[in-house]
């Protein structure tokens, strides 16, 4: 039974909104937060007081906002541009062995192929029109650096091969080694250290052909991007990409066969093929969006999906058109993602991210619809709902995230979030065989950035349950490249130190945005935006390509507490830069 009061219940009084003074108001019943609707205390704050707090809390969370933005996004999958001098090579060591490469002979590379297609050929099969053809020529390219490629269709199909290995023998668990029946001297070797010798060797044949424009430099591009090669060279990476977006447009990728024409058998069978390509591409270029990489396709040639739906009158999903592949549904749900990402910097209005959450909702209806990802049963289609699945979990999980950053009272939303954290972590432990995959890296940042931000300034127990439990994820993986893991464990860390100086006394509001913490992760801030906005050519030897930008001494602070800020500067720097790019 529902009791009038004199006063607006807290909720109400949070948001600024009317209350019909009825415990629960018909507000809080909407939202189905009965149990949070209570009627405010003599010590309660003042709406004014309570403004006050909301400022400095909102404050706190733009700065979250940003450091998610500048140090994992871009610093953290992408790298840190440093002078050359920062880096040396070591010339006694080789970047593959010839003893290794030439093991590979035509009967491993039929085993290890034949297992590729069985397991994770949904990785790259669409992108083909017969693989078993392709399959039936390449007993001729497995020349391994002599005289037996004489043109450069040759070398051409050579890399190809070379990349469909490295990308069988990324995913390839030790255990299987020997029941491939590969020699001795292979299965002595770890698949991590195969897989480096592999991508080394692969890397080498594309760097002699990469700008030649053939459909088969996409392709290879395609299969690659499945693999790490974005975290462990991320400066090749985005050369390599920036070809192929040119080949691309040479190649008329996107735009053979319109519709009306090129209606005979073999002009469809290259627009579907060529169709999967292009939206598989423009995934690739969106996710690995970098301001190390200025030029980018997918921004300059598609519109909104948003802004589609937001002058569609109707509503109906039919009205949309049709997807034909796996390739374009996920391009559409990240095309959601994309939307939401013009929000970074600036306030997205509610009926934005309404409109957002509906589109969303609609592919996800759509994805379920699909029979292969309703009763999956082979390992490819287990691996397509593993991908689908993730995408669409943390597109809506980036989009609750935007509304706790810019409404931060919405405890719904909060409440939301933890829940599709949780689902996506259980969706990643569920498929350990396919946590290789480089999105899971990167959506393993992006939670573990939230929940151990929020974790330094918040006492929210799920959130620290949450935390704790990405931490204990990434200590457990062992696979491929665990150093770009282990980088990320370290940047995860420096959430704990933080909150263990955080701890140590109780600070007001105006303490807590000027708190060493803060500090820190503003510093952090500071240090990726330099990197974006100031570089020059480095015509002078000793200057660029980033001009060096004076942080803030903070003079405020004691030595001791300045030498510490320093030195999280120093580890930053550290953890950012640990890649190599040079082969």
Request: one cysteine or more; hydrophobic letters at 40%; glycine letters at 2%.
């Amino acid at each position: 039974m529902s009791n009038q009061i004199n006063r607006s219940c807290v909720r109400c009084v949070r948001k600024k909104i009317k209350c019909d003074r009825i415990i629960p108001c018909s507000n809080c019943v909407k939202r189905g937060l009965e149990d949070e609707c209570v009627l405010p205390s003599e010590t309660a704050l003042s709406a004014g007081e309570m403004a006050i707090k909301e400022s400095f809390e909102l404050q706190i969370l733009n700065v979250m906002h940003q450091w998610d933005y500048w140090v994992v996004q871009q610093g953290f999958c992408n790298g840190l541009l440093l002078p050359c001098k920062v880096y040396t090579l070591d010339y006694s060591k080789e970047n593959w062995h010839p003893g290794v490469i030439k093991l590979i002979d035509l009967e491993i590379s039929a085993r290890l192929l034949t297992h590729s297609v069985e397991s994770i050929g949904c990785l790259y099969l669409n992108f083909f029109p017969d693989i078993q053809e392709l399959f039936s020529k390449f007993d001729t390219f497995l020349s391994v650096g002599d005289s037996k490629t004489s043109n450069i269709g040759d070398l051409m199909n050579e890399a190809l091969l070379w990349s469909l290995l490295t990308l069988a023998m990324y995913y390839l668990d030790n255990s299987v080694l020997k029941e491939l029946g590969l020699p001795n001297e292979l299965q002595e070797l770890s698949t991590n250290k195969l897989y480096c010798e592999f991508l080394a060797y692969t890397i080498e044949l594309i760097q002699k052909i990469q700008h030649y424009p053939d459909v088969r430099i996409v392709q290879m591009f395609l299969i690659l991007s499945n693999t790490f090669i974005r975290y462990e060279f991320p400066l090749f990476y985005n050369h390599f990409l920036t070809n192929v977006l040119q080949i691309s447009q040479i190649l008329n990728l996107n735009t053979c066969f319109k519709t009306g024409s090129g209606s005979s058998t073999t002009s469809m069978l290259i627009k579907n093929v060529s169709d999967r390509m292009w939206y598989k591409l423009l995934y690739w270029d969106y996710k690995t969006e970098s301001f190390n990489r200025p030029i980018s396709l997918h921004s300059s040639l598609f519109t909104s999906l948003l802004r589609h739906a937001a002058f569609l009158k109707s509503q109906n999903p039919e009205k949309y058109v049709r997807e034909d592949s796996l390739e374009l549904l996920q391009w559409k749900i990240t095309s959601l993602e994309r939307d939401l990402d013009q929000y970074t910097h600036k306030k997205p209005s509610l009926k934005t991210l309404e409109v957002i959450r509906r589109e969303l909702e609609i592919l996800q209806v759509k994805s379920s619809q699909i029979k292969r990802l309703q009763f999956p049963e082979s390992e490819n289609e287990k691996f397509d709902l593993f991908v689908i699945n993730l995408t669409i979990f943390s597109t809506h999980w980036k989009l609750l995230q935007m509304v706790i950053v810019f409404y931060y009272q919405d405890v719904f939303s909060l409440n939301e979030l933890f829940e599709y954290s949780n689902l996506i972590l259980q969706t990643i432990e569920r498929e350990t065989k396919f946590i290789k995959h480089p999105m899971v890296l990167r959506i393993l940042a992006l939670l573990g950035s939230f929940h151990g931000f929020f974790y330094v300034f918040n006492k929210n127990q799920e959130n620290h349950l949450l935390f704790k439990k990405i931490r204990e994820l990434l200590k457990s993986l062992n696979f491929a490249k665990t150093e770009k893991y282990q980088a990320l464990l370290a940047l995860l860390t420096r959430f704990s130190e933080l909150k263990n100086m955080f701890q140590t006394r109780a600070l007001t509001d105006t303490e807590l945005v000027q708190s060493v913490p803060i500090v820190i992760l503003e510093n952090d801030i500071k240090i990726l935006t330099n990197q974006a906005e100031n570089r020059i050519p480095n015509v002078l030897e000793d200057v660029g390509p980033v001009l060096d930008s004076a942080i803030e001494e903070h003079t405020q602070y004691d030595t001791e507490t300045r030498n510490y800020i320093k030195s999280e500067q120093n580890k930053l720097f550290q953890i950012l830069a640990s890649f190599k790019d040079f082969i």
